[in-house]
């Protein structure tokens, strides 16, 4: 096996592939059920006197899109980090796509691409000779099919048309050139540190545009981000960190109706719709002006349907959900 290579934090393998495996061909299959992405238990960091992870438990569910949130200093970058290997952890087990890490890296790391913290290249190439040579490190990708992944990759970070020195990169060149290398190669997991970092707004909706286009094709990402907007917008699954512990896990969805599923509706005869509510025996409450009906025992449609029936005017209906950033700081000060 010959050794990894890490530019900056991209990381480029060339494992020799196992003689029971044959190279695959296309992309990632369709997600099905089976045992996490990634799994941590008990993992625990410590640098000299500082406890960057104490005991964190995690597990990252297969074909989802986790986002992993915490405070600056809370070990989001540490976490990840330590499942791609790049760090040995001072307790616990890390496992990789099934593979004990960093133990089995040369298993695990071909499936996976990555970007985590600024990526480094060389700074005289081009940013097509730099993803050229990192596509050569590609045990997943034939020789011959190398300028097309290259070409590819750099079409869909819109970079196609760069050709100067990385030198001469701005911070939003570069985090695009790494989310490039990224792209090479079919992966089964992809793990982002902050992917928005130095993109302008365009960028980070084409960001957002690749973790969709990824998910769909049947790949597991995982990605930090202090963009709580980012999270909302394309995550299936949140994990909270802060103080090196994990404080909140779980599908985001769930996570923001943890007060409990309700429906905020906007009438102008908010008296009139709490007594069709009532007559219906479903209960119900006014709040800044709005009715709000708790769903637990009651569907949506018929809060909808009895309010129609009684001649209630209904401006607008929707879900009420605590809002992601409202949850993050409750979570986080309680968690401090």
Do not use: W
């Not at 401006?315 to 986080?332: D, H, I, S």
């Amino acid at each position: 096996m010959s050794p990894a290579r890490r530019s900056g934090g991209t990381i480029c393998t060339r494992p020799d592939p196992p003689d029971d495996q044959p190279t695959p061909s296309a992309g990632p299959g369709p997600c099905l059920p089976g045992p996490p992405a990634a799994r941590v238990r008990g993992l625990r960091k410590v640098y000299r006197r500082t406890v960057a992870l104490d005991s964190v438990d995690l597990d990252v569910p297969a074909g989802s899109v986790l986002g992993l949130l915490g405070p600056n200093g809370s070990g989001k970058t540490t976490m990840l980090r330590l499942l791609l290997g790049l760090s040995r952890p001072s307790g616990g087990t890390v496992e990789l796509l099934g593979q004990p890490m960093p133990r089995a890296a040369g298993r695990a790391l071909p499936h996976v691409g990555a970007l985590v913290e600024e990526p480094g290249f060389l700074p005289h190439l081009s940013g097509r000779d730099n993803l050229t040579r990192c596509a050569a490190g590609e045990p997943l990708l034939a020789t011959a099919a190398i300028p097309d992944a290259v070409d590819g990759a750099l079409r869909r970070v819109g970079l196609a048309g760069t050709d100067r020195p990385y030198r001469a990169y701005s911070l939003g060149l570069k985090q695009r050139l790494g989310l490039a290398a990224v792209l090479l190669a079919p992966r089964k997991l992809v793990v982002l540190d902050e992917p928005s970092n130095g993109l302008d707004p365009a960028g980070t909706r084409e960001v957002r545009q690749l973790i969709a286009d990824l998910h769909a094709a049947g790949s597991t990402v995982l990605l930090s981000s202090h963009l709580l907007s980012e999270v909302e917008e394309t995550c299936t699954h949140v994990a909270v960190l802060t103080t090196g512990s994990v404080v909140a896990t779980g599908e985001l969805a769930e996570l923001l109706e943890a007060d409990g599923p309700a429906l905020q509706i906007h009438t102008s005869q908010p008296n009139a719709a709490l007594a069709a509510l009532r007559h219906a025996r479903i209960p119900g409450y006014t709040e800044r002006g709005l009715v709000v009906v708790d769903l637990s025992d009651t569907p949506p449609e018929l809060v909808l349907s009895t309010l129609v029936r009684a001649g209630v005017p209904v401006a607008e209906a929707r879900r009420r959900r605590t809002g992601l950033e409202e949850l993050f700081v409750q979570l986080t000060e309680d968690g401090a």
